[in-house]
């Protein structure tokens, strides 16, 4: 059976992806790494001290990404009501965790939920 992943790593790796987006920024609102782009959060990160478990939340629209996301060991809609808008918190630390290419390619999805048509298209390479 193959090692899980260190999900401090998988964090930061999802966190490099995410900020090489266009027109990212890092913020730390509340003492937890977000995602911003065009001054909206499209992805949480959390605490990255290792004092709380490690966890993304994203924003999924689509419903079959949705879906798919929900299945992940653990995850949930997210808390204070975002989950009715799809936002998802899916941990790191759950054996059976998606792998670091799945949680970027769900980053990308969150990404393109939240960023404007321009920047799209730039990460479209239009």
């Known amino acids: 059976m193959a090692k899980a992943a260190d999900p401090a790593k998988v964090r930061e790796r999802v966190r490099a ?12 609102p509340w003492g937890e ?9 499209f992805i949480f990160l959390g605490v990255g001290d290792g004092n709380h478990p490690f966890g993304v939340t994203l924003k999924l629209k689509a419903p079959e990404v949705h879906a798919h996301a929900l299945t992940s060991p653990g995850a949930q809609p997210a808390g204070y009501g975002l989950g ?11 054996p059976g ?8 390619d769900w980053a990308e999805e969150s990404y393109r ?9 730039e990460l479209d390479g239009g």
């Open 17 to 28: 992806f995410a900020l090489g987006l266009p027109g990212t920024v890092e913020e730390f």
């Open 33 to 41: 790494s977000v995602i911003k782009v065009n001054k909206r959060v």
């Open 84 to 94: 009715r808008s799809g936002w998802v918190r899916v941990p790191l630390t759950e």
């Open 97 to 104: 965790a998606p792998p670091a290419e799945l949680l970027c």
């Open 113 to 121: 939920v939240i960023a404007p048509k321009k920047l799209i298209a």
